[in-house]
């Protein structure tokens, strides 16, 4: 019924993207999570007394009970490492020369966990439940930007 | 034998150009809104089904996952649903069966999009809905396929654009009491659409409604859930749906047909045997003015054709005979797709409540049909609504007219119980929002042609135009397939169809994808070959724009041999021929 291709290398292919790309702003909560850690260097959470439940960042609402939520629980610098990973290689496969750690942390006052990078990790191994703290660009460098952390650094 | 179902609340956010909510915020705004109309909250809810149309608008892949929690779907069951533009009506008919069948006693249907993230346009997300090997090479724009679908209907049916555009003005105007509403206009003439920018003919920037970011959620319940939620509840009569080919080229352009299909099925269960008279309020999907004309056919409440003499006659009207939009559609409240189709259900069921407010039709309306449509232009969703006091299987409910009012009527609720978040982002703000990112999804593709269209493609390379015969139906079917989607057999042999056709409908198309203007237009057709039951989308040249017709008489205007590669640009476009021979 379906004829056979002889020649699969002559199979006639066209290529072709999707020609979009995307503008992400960081919503109502996202705003004033990004404006205090821009302009004091802080994490905001939102705190759900109901749920008792601290999220981190600052959301608008709270996905377990629908409350209305306020973007003013100051949260952290200091947390705890919930797990962490140690990256080889880069998104295409390649190897890294500085191999990079990646690391889940619970700040102090929130139940939620933020995913960043793991600076200053000295000689002593990671180890899961280790202390640990944000570390933030100088003000002057901050822009409104995930980035404007620099990482969470091992303190004990 | 499936559950009595009701509607019992709903909520929606405004409709805005750009919402500084993400769409987390906007599901939660909606759905929150939505329940808190019924007085229930999160732990009410047994399971949520949720919409939102593709992925590449939002940015976000697995975009249900994403807005869930907004949804209230945290630790519940949980499903999205997607059918293009269909999307919004379907997720109420998806909440429908998950009460229906026993599932679930209270269901939240969820419909969100966020249309603004995409750059520079979102149409640029829809460019692969048109077959990539047979169509993209031509440069389609989007608004080609309702250009073309517009352009037959009026041609067909011998209207004026006059007769288009008093759509957009009633649905800009029914729109103008909306407090959700992006865009009504309550001075909008019929001048004012003509007098719009031409995108590609007979589309006019007045006839469309534009992107937006929006959510709607409405509450879903089994019968004695209602009845305990709320004293008026609004019940799920009837739901249907269906789809048409993809073959968009081959298809009946003048008749939704899968409208039709959808409708019977969603009154033969509602017991709706004479739609006219049973049926005293409308939210037909209106992206474009002509669709809603050509959905209130496919909805068998007009003969086809007729549906703009009812227009003109102010049968559609919000104190008309059979009011259509009232909430003010896609063209007045705005067009957050998925969000769009939800708001036609949560309309009708402020209506049939007597809650609309302002925008509440008079009389008292006790029965509602609701539809949408999307995906290749070929998807019909229909849900049929009506709230206590309509006998199921009664054949002449009288339709509603004001002078039962004093008679009948439900208390109006002077405040409807909308969300009123939807907070509008101006261009500097979304330019400079903190925080902000921007990406684009690296993806590069490879389509192959397949069997069918490969050897399609080889003949094409030698000047020829293949069809394949399906003995089963006897039509010979171009774009060949392997297989006869009717039959659902594998079709019989290769046939050489003639290079001439006739145009089938045109657009003059000024825009691009992007809607950046074209420095010549473009003029896309369908053209039905001569020798077949098909047909292909391809462009016209030789011919100035003003001396296109339907029906008019064409042939294919091949490239040299050499430089021919086995693709559909080896035809250069279709010129008018001189007929008689
Ligand atoms: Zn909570």
């Known amino acids: 019924m379906l004829e056979k291709l002889e020649r699969p290398d002559e ?24 404006t205090a850690l821009r302009d004091r260097g802080v994490l905001l959470g939102s705190r759900c007394d109901s749920c008792d439940y601290t999220y981190v960042p600052a959301r608008l609402f709270c996905e377990r009970c629908f409350a209305e939520l306020s973007a003013d629980a100051e949260v952290g610098p200091g947390g705890r490492l919930v797990s962490f990973t ?19 942390v619970r700040p102090d006052g929130a139940d939620a966990a933020i995913v960043h990078r793991i600076v200053e990790t000295g000689d002593e191994p990671l180890e899961i439940g280790q202390r640990m703290e944000v570390v933030v660009k100088p003000d002057e460098e901050r822009t409104g930007s995930i980035h404007d952390i620099d990482g969470f650094r091992p303190t004990g | 034998m499936a559950r009595r179902v009701a509607v019992v609340g709903a909520g929606m956010t405004k409709f805005v150009r750009r919402a500084q909510e993400t769409g987390k915020e906007l599901a939660w705004e909606a759905s929150r809104a939505a329940l808190d109309s019924c007085e229930l909250t999160l732990d009410d809810v047994d399971a949520v089904c949720l919409t939102s149309a593709p992925d590449a608008f939002d940015g976000v892949h697995m975009k249900g996952e994403y807005l869930s929690d907004g949804a209230g779907a945290f630790g519940k069951p949980f499903i999205r649903t997607y059918v293009g533009g269909g999307s919004g009506v379907f997720t109420a008919i998806q909440a429908w069966y998950t009460v229906a069948s026993g599932m679930a006693d209270v269901v939240l249907a969820v419909a969100e999009e966020k249309m603004s993230s995409t750059q520079p346009h979102p149409q640029g997300a829809f460019l692969t809905i048109f077959d990539n090997v047979l169509e993209r090479p031509l440069g389609p724009n989007l608004l080609w396929i309702f250009a073309l679908e517009m352009n037959r209907y009026m041609s067909v049916y011998d209207l004026d654009k006059r007769d288009i555009a008093q759509i957009a ?26 007098g719009s920018e031409t995108l590609a003919w007979p589309v006019q920037r007045l006839d469309v409604s534009p992107i937006s970011d929006g959510a709607v959620a409405v509450v879903v319940a089994s019968e004695e859930a209602a009845r305990r939620i709320t004293d008026r509840p609004v019940w799920i009569d009837g739901v249907g749906w269906n789809l048409d080919t993809t073959y968009w080229t081959n298809r009946d352009l003048v008749f939704p047909e899968y409208v039709a299909n959808a409708a019977r099925m969603a009154y033969d269960m509602a017991g709706v045997t004479e739609p006219r008279k049973q049926i005293h309020i409308a939210e037909p999907y209106d ?40 909430s003010g559609g896609l063209l007045g409240v705005g067009n957050p797709i998925a969000a769009a189709g939800l708001m036609k259900i949560a309309e009708l069921y402020w209506q049939l409540r007597g809650d609309a407010g302002e925008r509440q039709v008079p009389g008292t309306p006790e029965r509602g049909v609701a539809q949408a449509w999307g995906d290749l232009m070929q998807v019909g969703t229909v849900v049929v609504m009506g709230r206590d006091g309509v006998s199921r299987s009664s054949g002449s409910s009288p339709p509603a007219t004001s002078d039962t009012v004093a008679a009948t009527s439900l208390p109006v609720v002077q405040t409807p ?18 925080g902000a990112v921007d990406h684009a999804v690296d993806a590069r593709y490879e389509w192959d042609a397949g069997v069918a269209v490969g050897r399609f493609l080889d003949g094409l390379a030698e000047g020829r135009i293949l069809g394949r015969e399906c003995r089963g139906c006897g039509r010979v079917l171009v774009p060949p397939r ?18 001439s056709g006739s145009v089938e409908t045109f657009s003059i198309c000024h825009v691009a994808w992007d809607m950046t203007p074209l420095d010549e237009p473009q003029l ?33 205007v091949w490239k040299p041999e050499v430089e021919r590669t086995g693709s559909i640009l080896d035809i250069a476009y279709f010129r008018p021929r001189a007929t008689g021979d």
């Open chain 1, 11 to 34: 199979v006639r292919r066209w290529k072709g993207r999707i020609p979009v790309s995307h503008r992400y702003t960081p919503g109502v909560a996202g705003d004033v999570f990004f």
């Open chain 1, 86 to 104: 140690i990256s080889y290689t880069g998104l295409e496969g390649e190897p890294l020369e500085q191999p990079v750690a990646i690391g889940l």
């Open chain 2, 169 to 194: 003005v009633k649905n800009k105007r029914n729109a103008a009491g909306h407090p959700a509403a992006l865009l009504g206009q309550s001075d909008i003439t019929v001048e004012d659409v003509l």
């Open chain 2, 287 to 326: 992206p474009f003015d002509y669709k809603e004309l050509h959905h209130l056919e496919g909805l068998l409440l007009f003969e086809p054709g007729k549906a703009p003499e009812a227009a003109r006659d102010g049968v559609l009207n919000r104190d008309g005979d059979l009011p259509s939009c009232p």
């Open chain 2, 417 to 434: 119980p909308y969300a009123t978040a939807g907070h509008p982002l101006s261009d500097a703000q979304f330019r400079g929002a903190v």
């Open chain 2, 482 to 499: 392997m297989f006869c989607e009717r039959c659902f057999r594998a079709t019989d042999s290769w046939v050489d169809v003639r290079h």
């Open chain 2, 524 to 556: 896309p057709a369908v053209i039905s070959i001569d020798g077949s039951d098909g047909g292909f989308l391809h462009v016209l040249g030789e011919v100035a724009p003003d001396d296109v017709r339907v029906g008019m008489a064409v042939e294919a």
